[in-house]
């Protein structure tokens, strides 16, 4: 009995064929931007908006590792 996966919708097909027009390392310098950012704002004293951009790093680098998976496994 082999395993099937699942077709891809349509409209995860057309993101993924956009953002695979994305070089990685566009993610990679939003997330040091996030990341200098979130510092900036923490020596601000505004902690509150430092933790909120701080924790917009981890998803833009999973969006790049995403993206670089994308470009080189391909889609469905």
């Known amino acids: 009995m082999a395993l099937t996966t699942p077709n891809e919708g349509q ?6 064929e956009k953002t695979a027009k ?8 939003v997330a040091v931007t996030a990341m200098v950012a979130s510092a900036t704002l923490k020596c601000l004293c505004r902690d509150k908006d430092a933790l909120f951009i701080g ?11 995403y ?3 994308v470009k080189t496994e391909g889609h469905d």
């Not at 924790?55 to 590792?65: S, T």
């Open 67 to 69: 993206n670089k998976i």
């Open 55 to 65: 924790q917009w790093v981890a998803p833009f680098l999973l969006f790049g590792i």
């Open 11 to 16: 409209m995860t097909k057309e993101i993924e």
């Open 22 to 29: 994305l070089p990685s390392t566009t993610y990679l310098a």
